[in-house]
């Protein structure tokens, strides 16, 4: 059995269903469709040099990979290549022949530190040390019991607070953009993101298939957005993408307030799970998350490595 790296071709349905598989096995608390897939592979940010990977073992996608170049970080030389492997599908070679591939593509585009994302088990870990790549920061995946786990009250938002949805904003989602440029800026990560782009977010973001307009909360103070909790869908789970506060708006439970709302709105929909994410350093997302009752299904290490 021979196994073979390719780029995904997007003009092949069979391509991003079996990406989309093979991340659904993988990493079961991450939604994903062919869809999803494929708007990332299509619509991602022509200076991030995105690209996704297939491994291949006798017509049979085994493997995946995510690489592409931190365009929106001011330190340049970064990228990160994710590569993930089918729990059934591995000591095949897939993942060593995808990093490979994955780092000789991002050396030939500039990229001289390469971040990757490994899922905190020890063999995951083996092979990323093995490669060369030294552990950096920790995250962990959430998941919520929507159908049996009681949520907490819905609350009367505070004076001059008001609850609606990312739907009320689909004339004009610029103060949505405004909002999630400055929540992400201030997210913990070993890359600084900074974007300006509104074109290029409206394609990437706004527009995602995964993007649910109704279920995403947002508190309105003066008729502009100061937190957000932006919701998922696939049909069938929902999962919690970014929540958020603007800087000005911090400290008044805002946050909570956007997602107890979305949560309650998921349940109402019929949603039994919902699931999300968080680093191990954002302490008040976690406080919020826990009081929820959330509890980590998974956790991931981010890795990184010098190239040349």
């Known amino acids: 059995m021979t196994v073979i790296v390719r780029d995904l071709r997007p ?18 608390f991450i939604l994903s469709t062919p869809e999803s ?9 022509p200076d991030a040099r995105f690209g996704q990977l297939i491994a291949e073992e006798d017509g049979e996608v085994i493997g995946t990979a995510q690489v592409g170049v931190a365009h929106d970080s001011p330190e340049p030389g970064q990228g990160f290549a994710n590569i993930y492997t089918r729990p059934d599908r591995t000591r095949r070679g897939a993942g060593s022949l995808l990093l490979r591939t994955a780092e000789d593509r991002l050396a030939a585009l500039d990229v001289r ?29 959430l998941r919520l019991d929507l159908a049996n786990r009681p949520l907490p009250p819905r ?11 990312a739907a009320d904003f689909a004339d004009d989602p610029r103060p949505m953009f405004g909002l999630d440029a400055e929540a992400t800026s201030d997210e913990p990560s070993d890359i600084e993101a900074e974007f300006h782009d509104y074109e290029a977010w409206l394609e990437e973001t706004w527009q995602h298939p995964l993007l649910d307009l109704g279920l995403t909360s947002v508190a309105v103070v003066d008729g502009r957005p100061a937190a957000f909790s932006v919701a998922h869908t696939d049909g069938t789970c929902y999962g919690t993408a970014m929540t958020g506060t603007a800087r000005a708006y911090r400290g008044r439970g805002l946050a909570k307030l956007a997602k107890n709302d979305s949560l309650h709105r998921a349940r109402a929909a019929g949603y039994t799970e919902a699931f999300t994410g968080n680093d191990t350093g954002n302490e008040p997302m976690i406080a919020i998350n826990k009081w929820f009752g959330y509890e980590v299904c998974a956790t991931e290490v981010r890795y990184v490595r010098e190239l040349g």
């Open 113 to 141: 530190k390469v971040f990757a994302w490994v899922l905190d088990e020890p063999h995951n870990r083996a092979f990323a040390e093995r490669h060369g790549y030294k552990s950096s920061r920790s995250a962990c995946f």
């Open 37 to 45: 897939v494929l708007h990332h592979l299509t619509h991602s940010h």
């Open 11 to 28: 003009d092949v349905r069979a391509d991003a269903e079996g990406f989309s598989r093979v991340r659904r096995h993988a990493l079961p």
């Open 155 to 165: 609350q009367d938002p505070p004076p001059g607070v008001e609850l609606r949805t």
